[in-house]
């Protein structure tokens, strides 16, 4: 089992930047594949990161890539999205997501997720 908990949002101007963790606790975390995804009002939730548990697989929605980077600390048990570039429609609440097949967590059908932290993004 492990339990997630989301830190590193705020408010920022478009074409700020900001970076999110997401800590893994547990005995096992590094055994996990984690993913970010992403929910604004009104809207669904989105995939928009994900890191298999080596980190040497990742995967992005097209709408970040160029601009958000997927890491991980395995010694640290913690996940890192870093977001440049920012634009208003990048604000949502920010989830991290972790399983142990990478698939399930692309997928969104991940067995753990975490409270949220909120990304506002300014005109």
């Known amino acids: 089992q492990v339990q997630l908990v989301e830190s590193g949002g705020g408010l920022v101007q478009a074409g700020g930047s900001l970076r999110l963790s997401c800590a893994a606790s547990g005995r096992t975390s590094s055994s996990y594949a984690i993913g970010w995804f992403r929910q604004a009002p009104g809207k669904e939730r989105e995939f928009v990161a994900g890191i298999n548990q080596s980190g040497g697989n990742t995967g992005y929605a097209d709408s970040v890539k160029g601009r958000f980077t997927i890491s991980r600390d395995n010694a640290k048990g913690t996940v890192y999205l870093q977001m440049n570039s920012l634009k208003p429609e990048d604000t949502a609440v920010y989830y991290c997501?972790?399983?142990?097949?990478?698939?399930?967590?692309?997928?969104?059908?991940?067995?753990?997720w975490g409270q949220g932290t909120q990304v506002t993004v300014s005109t």
């Open positions: 997501a972790a399983d142990t097949f990478y698939g399930r967590v692309v997928a969104g059908r991940s067995g753990y």
